[in-house]
Structure formats: C-alpha cells, structure tokens
C-alpha cells in the first residue's frame, strides 16, 4: 500500500515537473519573441543582411562559429569536445557558445558565470532559432555586437566599427582591415587598438590566415 502510494506522488511529482518546466519554457519564449521582434533601425548605423561584405561574414562565421548554418542554436557536438579535451587531455577549458548563444547573452542576459544562467541561455537560443530564421540572427549579432567604447560612445556592429576605427564604409575596407575588425569580436579591451597594438595584430593575422586557408562558408 505505501509502495502504491509512493509512485502516485512520484508520478504527480513528474508530471507537476513538467507542468512547471513548459511553463518556464513559454515564459522565455515571450521574453526572446518580444525582445527580437523590435526594430533595432537600418539607418546608417545598421545594415541589412546582404549589405554584410561576404568577407566580413565568412571570417567571423570561421573564428566564432564555423557551424552556424548547420546548428540549431546550441553546438551540443563543441561542447562535448570541450569537456572530452579538458576531462581527458588536461586541455584548458574553452568557450563553446555559438553566435546565437553569444546574442542571447548580450541582449537578454549577465555576464556572471553560473550554472543556471547557462542553462537559461541554452533554452533562449533554441527558442530564438525556432523562431527566426538565421540570417536574421546573424545579421542582428553583426549589427549589435560590441566592438569599443571611447568615452561615452559604445561602438556597435561592424558598421559603426568600420567608421570610428578606419573612417571608412564596411564595404571599402580592405581585407586587413576586416580582420582587425573581427579579431576585436573576442574582446575589444583585451585587443584594444591603441594600448595592445601588436596583440591586435597577431589576432588579425590569425583571422586572415583561417579566411585565406579554409572554404569560404557564404559563397
């Protein structure tokens, strides 16, 4: 009788588990839809999607996230990489977010590095993909993403980057020039163009090098 009883209160227990987890789920789902839906402008701060150089997006898609067009928001396959390479090869532990996690992060969430802010940035980057499609995605990551601050001014997408460091259009910069822009993607203070100059450069370098090695992935 009480072994009876036990599983009827497991098996609430579930289903309430369920019940409270879907609930959560559609809660986020409002949150990722209502924040995505909202214009960010295309005026001259912002591009379209197919106003990206094709060399601006291929090298950014190859230094963050060579499988972007083929994930559906979170890359499930890097991030057991990443725990076989520091479980088994003492390999030091590195990032495995896609750009669609790294949107959710830099639009929705903190920076703090807890387990359960992680697990809510997973769910946020499958619901956006569920409902946007990737180009969408990835041309609001190349329009918001955060590449410098002077001052006061944030710089923001490659668009505004192009003209505070290189006073030129995104589509008249040179191929060098692009990959000083996405080598900033990794972090603009730590590559900072006029404090640490040489280690900008040797990031660039390693940009251009993987777009001059690898097929392109935007033809």
Same mark, same amino acid.
């Given at each position: 009788m009480k072994k009876t009883n036990l599983m009827k209160w497991l098996k609430r227990l579930i !289903?309430?588990? @369920?019940?409270?987890?879907?609930?959560?789920?559609?809660h986020l789902n409002n949150i990722v839809k209502d924040e995505f839906s909202k214009p960010i402008g295309l005026g001259n701060s912002h591009l379209q999607f197919d106003q990206h150089p094709k060399s601006v997006i291929n090298m950014l898609l190859l230094v963050e996230d060579q499988s972007f067009f083929e994930?559906?928001?979170?890359?499930?396959?890097? @991030?057991?990489? !990443?725990?076989?390479?520091? =479980?088994?090869y003492d390999k030091p532990m590195r990032g495995a977010s896609t750009i669609t996690q790294q949107l959710i992060k830099n =639009?929705?969430? =903190?920076?703090?590095?807890?387990?359960?802010?992680?697990?809510?940035? @997973?769910?946020?980057?499958?619901?956006l993909e569920y409902s946007f499609d990737k180009?969408? @995605?990835?041309?609001?990551?190349?329009?918001t993403l955060y590449l410098g601050q002077k001052g006061k001014k944030t710089v923001l997408g490659f668009a505004n980057a192009s003209r505070f460091y290189f006073k030129k259009e995104l589509g008249l910069l040179s191929l060098e020039e692009i990959?000083?822009?996405?080598?900033l993607v990794k972090g603009p203070s730590y590559y900072h163009s006029i404090k640490y100059p040489q280690r900008l450069a040797k990031r660039a370098q390693l940009v251009l090098s993987l777009y001059h090695r690898y097929e392109k992935i935007v033809k």
């Open positions: !289903v309430l588990g @369920i019940v409270v987890f879907l609930v959560y789920l559609n994930h559906s928001g979170v890359d499930f396959k890097e @991030i057991l990489r !990443v725990l076989r390479d520091y =479980t088994f =639009t929705l969430l =903190t920076r703090e590095r807890k387990i359960d802010r992680k697990v809510k940035e @997973i769910l946020m980057a499958l619901l180009k969408f @995605i990835l041309n609001r990551y190349m329009n990959a000083t822009l996405v080598a």
